[in-house]
């Protein structure tokens, strides 16, 4: 449970029982009526229910009792982990009941019990299987004013009574209460990522108060606290190691398959496993705060948020509803009205219509699917925030690569040295060291990436006055009385035209993807520095990935063309957009969305956003532990590791395939019933059982989707 206090009090509730839109709209109405209560908000797929109030005039414990009085009893923090038991669901034992009592009053009849012994167990069979869905149904027109698909079950089963046939009407009850009931508990199989993610962080953790060691609720663990995390342990919350070094298994929260090398400073994950040795880490975040915490929050909201074809196939749903027992009212009464046909035969078949044109299948083929492919895109760390993004994923023609720390590591290192021959009395050590001297004052990538090299090699550090930066060039001081520059190759151009080996050597340097840094003062430049952004291992893999499943692939960089498209010809990708200011990404990516329609963004989430956001989707790389990736980004991929990618498209290519596999086969389903019930060819029981067939055969399809 969450809350926080302004002029009102706000509570999250985890609750049991709410396995649809019906539900939630119940909860809403009847708790606004609740003294006390301003705002009512229910997320049917996550069940949860989010109040707001007057802590003056209601309470939690009023507003739990409340919701229990509901039907819809409150989640104590065990249960909520817990996976559902399927005979503590109240709509499940109704079903089976009505089951029972069907079977059993078709052997009374069988066994020459008198009929009404039969009829008595058939009508009972009719009340407890049809009370949950027909009282839903009622509720629904009464309140929402909406014909939904309860109604047309309620019509027919209650017309097949009127009309002789309750054992019909029995099998009509007991069939669609049994499908009702396991696709509530299919939604709750559903939230099965949820519940994995909330048992990835431990419940109680060591820390380290006053000199001792004591154990405590992770709830209870403020930032500042240090904790102990002993081998095998799963991390508790976000923090720094402050003592001890050991390698972590980031799989549960990134779905990295290597574990991560971790010494003092780094920063560890809540819900990660300590390996081998013994951490202490400072808290950085709060339970409530950490990034286990934020990934279910946002798989929540994502698996809420409906995508486009989900919200055209409810509006579908809501207008064939009342059309369906339009069309079931005249097929009763037209034939026999104007073509003198009989009653009861048309009667029959307009109540079998009912029930064969009811759309349940096909209104439940695209949410169930969505939900479980969020579930399991999360589950291997591809969070995507939203139905109507994994839709745009699986329509994507084009990918934008952002380069460095993208298809890089985005850590250049110093690949090549030269001294050049008008300064052979230099070594490429004093180059180093002049060099480092001078950059040690830059913040610039570069710059750190070069003194690093000379402190790999001890190289000493000569002091350094007058120090200045050149803008966009690179910076001047003095050393020993001598000014030095430092810079790119534009910054000693003139030094360079009198030197054509040395602009040879820059060039090869550039063509084969490197930066180049000269080193030299005002009248000759002494010598160069090339640094390499190394690629990602896995880059040209993953590249190779999407060009298979038929999406071209750009990239994006401020670098010189010359050292961008190297980089390009190595990994496979197609085109270039090189020489790029932060503004000129999206001037590029409109290029491409001109050319390919659908282009998504691949980026870090804060120097792209601009590009993220003019993308048909944004995604964010390396997003874990990143507030900012985590909600700018439509996609985002918790790892540094680029072969996520193409799990992200494969993961929504396979949703909407079978999302259309469920819509055709729903359809035709629904087409062949209509026609047999108008013709006579089919029987009460038959377009019942039919009709539940195909709406348990669409929702296990897609459920496919939570197998990896």
Not at 73 to 89: H, L
Not at 234 to 255: F, H, Y
Not at 687 to 708: C, D, Q
Request: net charge negative.
């Amino acid at each position: 449970m969450t809350e926080h206090v302004s002029n009102s009090r706000e509570q999250t509730f985890s609750v049991h029982n709410v396995d649809c839109e019906n539900e939630a709209a119940k909860i809403q109405r009847e708790l606004r009526k609740h003294p006390g209560v301003h705002e009512v908000k229910v997320s049917p797929q996550s069940s949860k229910v989010r109040v707001s109030f007057d802590p003056k005039i209601a309470s939690i414990e009023s507003v739990a009792k409340a919701l229990d009085d509901l039907g819809f009893p409150v989640k104590d923090d065990a249960a909520s982990t817990e996976s559902p038991t399927i005979w503590r669901n109240k709509k499940v034992l109704s079903a089976l009941i009505s089951g029972l009592l069907l079977a059993v009053g078709w052997v009374a009849g069988k066994l020459g019990a008198p009929t009404v012994l039969s009829l008595s167990l058939y009508f009972f069979s009719v009340v407890i299987g049809g009370f949950y869905f027909a009282r839903e149904a009622l509720e629904e027109l009464i309140h929402e004013r909406r014909v939904g698909i309860e109604l047309l079950m309620t019509v027919a089963g209650v017309a097949a009574a009127l009309m002789g046939q309750i054992a019909e009407a029995a099998m009509l009850a007991f069939l669609y209460s049994i499908s009702e009931a396991v696709e509530g508990y299919t939604e709750e199989k559903t939230r099965s990522s949820i519940r994995a993610l909330m048992k990835l962080a431990p419940k109680v953790v060591t820390i380290e108060r006053s000199g001792s060691l004591q154990e405590i609720p992770v709830a209870e663990l403020a930032v500042g606290d240090v904790f102990l995390v002993r081998p095998g342990q799963a991390i508790a919350t976000d923090g720094t190691v402050t003592e001890g070094n050991s390698s972590v298994n980031q799989a549960p929260v990134t779905g990295e398959s290597v574990p991560v090398e971790k010494k003092i400073g780094d920063q560890v994950f809540a819900g990660t496993i300590n390996a081998e040795g013994m951490l202490k880490v400072t808290a950085t975040k709060t339970a409530a705060e950490n990034t286990v915490a934020k990934i279910i929050q946002l798989v929540e909201e994502a698996q809420e948020r409906k995508g486009e074809s989900q919200k055209f196939i409810e509006r579908f749903g809501r207008r064939n509803s009342p059309i369906v027992l339009l069309l079931g009212l005249l097929v009763a009464i037209v034939p026999p009205m104007l073509f003198h046909q009989p009653w009861s035969d048309w009667l029959s078949r307009a109540t079998v219509f009912i029930v064969a044109a009811a759309p349940c299948a096909l209104v439940i083929s695209i949410p169930i699917t969505l939900v479980a492919a969020i579930g399991a895109g999360a589950r291997s760390g591809v969070l995507v925030k939203g139905g109507v993004h994994l839709e745009n994923l699986a329509i994507i023609k084009a990918v934008a690569l952002d380069k460095t720390g993208t298809v890089t590591h985005g850590r250049p290192e110093v690949s090549e040295i030269v001294v050049f021959e008008s300064s052979n009395t230099l070594t490429e050590h004093e180059l180093i060291s002049f060099a480092s001297s001078l950059e040690r004052y830059s913040e610039h990538p570069l710059a750190r990436s070069i003194v690093q090299y000379a402190q790999s090699k001890s190289i000493a550090l000569f002091d350094v006055s007058e120090w200045r930066s050149i803008t966009g060039a690179g910076a001047t001081g003095k050393i020993h009385g001598s000014s030095i520059l430092i810079g790119s190759p534009v910054l000693f151009a003139p030094q360079l035209e009198t030197n054509a080996s040395a602009g040879q050597q820059i060039a090869d340097w550039q063509a084969n993807g490197n930066t180049v840094i000269i080193v030299g003062n005002d009248s000759a430049a002494w010598g160069a520095i090339a640094l390499r952004d190394s690629i990602r291992a896995e880059a040209a893999a993953a590249i190779k990935s999407l060009h298979e499943s038929g999406i071209a692939v750009a990239m994006l960089t401020g670098d010189n063309e010359r050292a961008a498209k190297q980089i390009a010809s190595e990994v496979g990708i197609d085109s270039v957009f090189a020489e790029l200011k932060p503004e000129d990404k999206v001037n590029a990516l409109n290029k491409m969305l001109a050319n390919y329609r659908f282009v998504a963004m691949v980026g870090d989430g804060v120097n792209d956003a601009p590009a993220l956001a003019a993308a048909t989707v944004g995604i964010a790389m390396g997003a874990v532990g990143s507030d900012v990736a985590l909600e700018t980004a439509d996609v985002a991929l918790m790892s540094d590791d680029l072969s996520k990618l193409p799990i992200a498209f494969k993961l929504a290519q396979r949703t909407r395939a079978i999302i259309r596999q469920n819509l055709y086969l729903s359809s035709a389903v629904i087409a062949c019933l209509v026609l047999a019930a108008i013709f006579g060819f089919l029987s009460l029981p038959g377009a019942v059982l039919a009709h539940e067939l195909s709406e348990l055969i669409v929702i296990a399809s897609g459920l496919r989707i939570l197998r990896n």
